[in-house]
Nanobody
Framework: QVQLVESGVGVVQPGGSLTLSCAAS????????MGWYRQAPGKQRELVAT???????NYADSVKGRFAISRDSARNTMYLQINSLKPEDTAVYYC??????????????WGQGTQVTVSS
């Protein structure tokens, strides 16, 4: 069984920074693509950043230059550093990872979600 657990500080002032982490545990054979989504109140879930097993990254236009996704393969942990936070970044942030388990089946797994609130 595979589990993703998110962590990170949730309330930040505009212009501030924070880092979210997503740790995978369980019967993991290989972690493929990973990324972060966010969902603001009343809006659809938005893909904000992805990172491949080879380390290639991609970002939504709305976060380019402010968000940085990274991974620590040794710890099976992914990070999302968010800088220059804006009120419109307020949302629940979800990590996902496409993982092949030790049984040979690959599927997406999701974190529990972390509320990020940008407010003065």
């Amino acid at each position: 069984q595979v589990q993703l657990v998110e962590s990170g500080v949730g309330v930040v002032q505009p212009g501030g920074s924070l880092t979210l982490s997503c740790a995978a545990s369980g019967s993991i054979f290989r972690i493929n693509a990973m990324g972060w989504y966010r969902q603001a109140p009343g809006k659809q879930r938005e893909l904000v950043a992805t990172i491949t097993s080879g380390g290639s990254t991609n970002y939504a236009d709305s976060v380019k230059g402010r968000f940085a996704i990274s991974r620590d393969s040794a710890r099976n942990t992914m990070y999302l550093q968010i800088n220059s936070l804006k009120p419109e970044d307020t949302a629940v942030y979800y990590c996902y990872e496409h993982i092949m388990g030790s049984g040979g089946t690959a599927r997406n797994y999701w974190g529990q979600g972390t509320q990020v609130t940008v407010s003065s």
